[in-house]
């Protein structure tokens, strides 16, 4: 489920990467977080398991269309007895979608997550997404048609990546 040129970096790669958010969860109202385009689960199921017994309470919603995928995230909810809701549904078809945070790696453009964001769920506190080289140009353009204010945090596991976490979005002129 990952590519094969990274298997050999799994725990830096993926794991670690997907880890290194974890201090961005550390509010205490956040209970909920939507891992759209999961895929093999990351950073989902990553998360999921460090929140397990420091939050027991904090679940994680994933949204994977495809029929594989969506299975293997099941079969690791179940073999590691995580707290996640597992939908096999497309997330451009969902509408009115609740959650405290959004999370996405390897999905989509920036761009594309904002309008996921903003037409596909009613309520979130905030969006976290990781960027990779050309993050900070793709940054400045979606300012050019969005309004947010943003927390950056440096990649731990690539020294030319990071990850943002988006509050408070509007859609300008629109």
Not at 81 to 93: A, G, Q
Not at 111 to 130: G, H, R, T, W, Y
Not at 144 to 172: A, G, P, V
Request: proline residues 2%.
């Amino acid at each position: 489920m990952i590519s094969s040129n990274t298997e050999k970096s799994i725990n830096t790669r993926h794991i670690l990467d997907c880890a290194q958010t974890i201090d961005l969860f550390e509010e205490t109202n956040i209970n909920v977080c939507t891992d759209i385009g999961s895929g093999a689960g990351l950073p989902g199921i990553v998360l999921a398991i460090l929140m397990k017994h420091k939050k027991p309470l904090f679940k994680v919603v994933f949204y994977e269309k495809s029929f594989h995928k969506s299975n293997f995230l099941k079969e690791m909810t179940k073999k590691f007895r995580l707290n996640t809701e597992v939908h096999k549904k497309n997330i451009f078809e969902e509408k009115n979608l609740s959650t405290d945070i959004i999370i996405s790696r390897a999905f989509k453009p920036l761009p594309i997550i904002l309008d996921i964001a903003k037409e596909n769920f009613k309520k979130f506190e905030s969006i976290i997404i990781f960027l990779g080289k050309t993050g900070k140009e793709i940054l400045s353009e979606a300012l050019t048609k969005w309004q947010f204010e943003y927390k950056e945090k440096k990649s731990i596991t690539n020294e030319d990546s990071f990850i943002i976490k988006i509050t408070n979005l509007k859609k300008i002129n629109g």
